[in-house]
């Protein structure tokens, strides 16, 4: 045998036809596959609690204690098969080591959804003979369907990029190949076993080989259930845009008060510090800035009870405040550099030396909407500029928070006093406290030129912020 591997893992999930290929494999000499081995419920088989030697205390003790009696109790390779819902401690280890052959079983979800709700009916997992089986029709729930295609897409899409990062692959083989003995005889190759059979395990037989329309009590309704499942992620808004971190140095503390602001940029900053600054009565130099991780982590310790908060904007708002702050104005925030590349290459045609006098509310319209063009090309990584977080997704700033520190509280700026009210009254403070305005937009604000071509750019723009926040129409 090659010694290329040191064990192997059959990646499974019920009703996918585990069973008949551990009966194959276990037919070629030097390979051993063990059962479930790190089933939460029993070890290796139904109503086991002890293999190799090892209990299952021991093994919820330490897993790997159980890997290595498996394989000092097997002449050649050991392995064993796991399911999603096995012990996840077993699964970062042996996805992280090269030296485990990864066997990956895929079945068709329906027929494996139907063969699981008729074994729970029989209560007959494995046929030996045909004599012996057992039947029966089931039902078919489409949202209990929907919750394990869900299980298993995301074990799946969690398994294929784990082997991505490390460099490694894996045998992938379907519940039809398992009967295509020259399929298997690879398989075995693959494990380093140069022997080869003629035909595949007897052992195990296919238990309900008839047609689905014969298996399920109402198929018609489930066929019509099933036009609504996205089966090719058709739905899915894609999402190029650079993943952002956690921005700790940009948070916000009150001087007193234990509220802690998470700026989303672009957003009323100024509004919320004013207003955590009235909360305490101090000035802006009384709240705490510049955090790093050890520091945060520090405030949060002294801070009993603390809250966290973000605020979040419609994406129209946000971004014209974003393109007049950063793009038309040539002050202390304006991004130079973006501006001239904006101006000359995208087509952006903001006053050259920031000058407005004589810049037109239809000029400013027209350079909004290149504006907004370019932003949607940055988002997607088809500009070489840098996705600033001026303009990058809410969402995808609020899941960089996550990284660190998730808000307990998204606050939206349209309900931005009361949703603040509420969030003081949650750390005992009950102010009564008007909030500064936020101020209008320059050189004009967006009731100036919003209509709905700006709306509907904007949302092409930001289709994964206004489906994960709910936005409508800005007006």
């Known amino acids: 045998m090659s010694n290329q591997f040191d064990y192997f893992v059959i990646l499974a999930e019920m009703r996918t036809g585990s069973n008949f290929l551990e009966a194959t494999v276990n037919s070629y000499p030097g390979l051993t596959c063990w059962g479930e081995a790190y089933n939460p419920a029993f070890v290796g088989k139904a109503n086991s609690d002890k293999m190799c030697g090892v209990s299952k205390a021991q093994r919820e003790q330490n897993p790997n204690t159980l890997l290595e009696a498996m394989k000092s109790n097997t002449e050649g390779l050991a392995g064993f098969r796991f399911f999603h819902n096995h012990d996840p401690r077993m699964f970062n280890h042996f996805m992280d080591d090269p030296k485990c ?28 003979d045909l004599k012996d089986a057992r039947t029966a029709k089931v039902t078919f729930e489409k949202r209990e369907f929907e919750t394990m295609l869900d299980a298993i897409k995301t074990f799946q899409v969690e398994l294929q990029r784990r082997l991505q990062v490390s460099g490694q692959t894996g045998f992938y083989i379907n519940y039809e190949d398992i009967k295509d003995i020259e399929v298997v005889n690879g398989l075995a190759r693959f494990l380093g076993v140069d022997v080869e059979q003629h035909t595949t395990s007897q ?16 198929f018609a309704q489930m066929v019509t259930e099933l036009s609504d499942v996205d089966h090719f992620n058709l739905a899915s808004t894609p999402n190029f845009e650079p993943r952002r971190g956690p921005a700790v140095p940009s948070y916000v503390a009150a001087a007193h008060a234990p509220l802690l602001y998470l700026p989303v940029r672009s957003g009323p900053e100024a509004t919320v510090r004013d207003w955590m600054c009235a909360l305490d009565s101090v000035e802006q130099s ?6 790093s991780q050890k520091t945060l982590r520090q405030w949060k310790r002294r801070a009993k009870e603390h809250r966290s908060f973000t605020v979040i904007s419609h994406p129209v ?10 793009i038309v104005s040539t002050g202390e925030e304006s991004f130079g550099e973006i501006r001239d ?47 600033d977080p001026s303009w990058a997704s809410q969402s995808e700033i609020i899941k960089g928070f996550s990284e660190f520190s998730m808000p307990d509280m998204i606050v939206r700026e349209e309900t931005l006093e009361r949703d603040l009210t ?54």
Request: proline content about 4%; aromatic content about 10%; charged content about 25%.
């Open 203 to 218: 052992q195990t037989k296919v238990q309900n080989p008839s047609q689905l329309k014969d298996k399920v009590n109402n």
């Open 422 to 475: 509420c969030l003081a009254r949650a750390v005992g403070i009950d102010p009564i406290l008007p909030l500064n305005p936020i101020e209008d937009d320059k050189p004009f604000s967006l009731a100036a030129i919003y209509d709905e071509d700006i709306e509907q750019a904007v949302k092409q723009a930001y289709q994964r912020d206004y489906m994960m926040f709910g936005f409508r129409a800005f007006r």
């Open 286 to 291: 009384d709240l705490t800035i510049g955090f």
């Open 341 to 387: 590349v904006l101006r000359t290459t995208y087509k952006v045609d903001v006053p050259a030396d920031g000058v407005t006098d004589g810049y037109s509310k239809d000029q400013h319209k027209a350079a909004f909407l290149a504006f907004i063009d370019f932003v949607k090309g940055n988002l997607n990584a088809q500009t070489s500029v840098r996705v």
């Open 317 to 326: 708002a946000r971004l014209h405040r974003a393109f007049c702050t950063h």
């Open 101 to 128: 052959a990864k066997i990956i079983l895929t079945r068709n979800p329906l027929e494996s959804y139907v063969s699981k709700k008729i074994a729970d009916q029989t209560g007959q997992w494995r046929l030996g």
